[in-house]
């Protein structure tokens, strides 16, 4: 439920209703805008007994929200939500560029990909020290030793860094390296772990689950936010069809869906979601005019050498014309890129 006050609602006015909604063991969520204030109530909603909070001073009128993620919802916060990560944001007036190897491979690899992607305008480093293959046999990260390459990398070049952790141990650590925190497709769904990445106090960056509908994905991101962690994104890499040309299928739509659906800022990942090099620049122009507020591109400086998603990986200097030509597409929509 939410209880949209007057555009003159006074202050104390607010305080009331959300004194009774605490009174009863609920949570409230305000989300001050620049004509109302609208206040969101989490939990179980009969506690409120025979309350009226449409005849209460100050109030508008009072609307159910029906859908079970509440923080996600852009009806608890009807303004897109801006992400603050390190010395960056993502959000409405930017094009979010993460990009970066695959995998972690030595200090070497990172620091010259770093440079390379920061020359072309990247604004964030990704690399993945613990990676979820899907064969145990294949090359599983270099876990601390890549995240301490990932740290040097950001003092090095001032760009962001985020990584993906897939348990609570590779939590712990990451916190003091990154900026930011990936939860991946494989992990979408792992409850315990969105707790913690929640309790994290970083930013986290959530992927789609390979299968998962956009409800699902949503209350993903509800459970982080839901153990006081608001700074979340949430990215499109693909999902799972009958189509096997490229790895993953786009679902480009998905971009203005969440764009109705939540607040929390959108990216896309066209590496994962073809796993082929060459339809990465068409559908990297593709999801800035669907409305993302970044990509994420998976760069090599060798990719027939890479430990992993060689394929779908952009030499530096394809990489450089890809930010080249985005540039306009971003203009277009009015983002900046840097
Ligand atoms: C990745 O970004 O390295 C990755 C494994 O992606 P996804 O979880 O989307 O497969
Ligand atoms: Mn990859």
Redesign the pocket.
């Known amino acids: 439920m939410i209880i949209i006050m007057k555009p003159k609602a006074s202050k104390e006015a607010i305080k009331k209703i959300t004194c009774q909604i605490e009174e009863k063991g609920l949570q409230v969520h305000l989300s001050e805008g620049h004509e109302v204030t609208i206040v969101g109530v989490v939990g179980d909603k009969s506690l409120l007994g025979g309350i009226n909070f449409e005849i209460a001073e100050g109030v508008d009128k009072v609307v159910a929200v029906t859908e079970s993620y509440k923080l996600a919802n852009r009806k608890f916060h009807p303004e897109a939500s801006v992400v603050p990560v390190g010395s960056t944001s993502i959000g409405p007036e930017t094009l979010t560029i993460m990009a970066g190897p695959?995998?972690v491979e030595s200090r070497e690899q990172l620091l010259e990909t770093a440079f390379a992607v920061k020359k072309a305008g990247a604004n964030f480093l990704?690399g993945?020290a613990y990676?979820?293959r899907t064969s145990p046999y294949s090359f599983q990260g270099l876990e601390e030793e890549g995240l301490k390459y990932m740290k040097e990398a950001r003092e090095a070049t001032g760009l962001a860094v985020i990584c993906?952790v897939t348990s609570h141990h590779a939590i712990e650590t990451a916190v003091k390296y990154v900026d930011m925190l990936?939860?991946?497709?494989?992990?979408?769904q792992n409850f315990e772990l969105l707790k913690e990445a929640g309790k994290a106090g970083i930013p986290v960056l959530l992927?789609?689950g390979?299968s998962a509908t956009i409800d699902e994905w949503l209350n993903a991101a509800e459970y982080i936010m839901s153990e006081g962690n608001e700074h979340v994104v949430l990215?499109e890499?693909?999902i799972r069809t009958y189509e096997t040309s490229t790895r993953?299928t786009l679902d480009i739509s998905a971009v203005p869906v969440l764009r109705s659906k939540t607040h929390l800022p959108v990216i896309v990942?066209p590496?994962?979601?073809t796993g082929v090099r060459a339809y990465v620049p068409p559908l990297a122009k593709c999801a800035i005019a669907a409305g993302a507020d970044g990509l994420?591109i998976?760069v090599h400086p060798n990719p027939a050498c890479a430990l992993?998603?060689g394929p779908q990986s952009l030499t530096f200097e394809q990489f450089e014309d890809l930010t080249a030509s985005l540039r306009p597409y971003a203009k277009l929509e009015g983002r900046n890129l840097g």
């Open positions: 695959c995998a990704r993945g990676k979820p993906e990936q939860i991946g497709a494989r992990n979408m992927k789609r390979l990215c890499r693909g993953n990942d590496s994962h979601a994420m998976e992993s998603d």
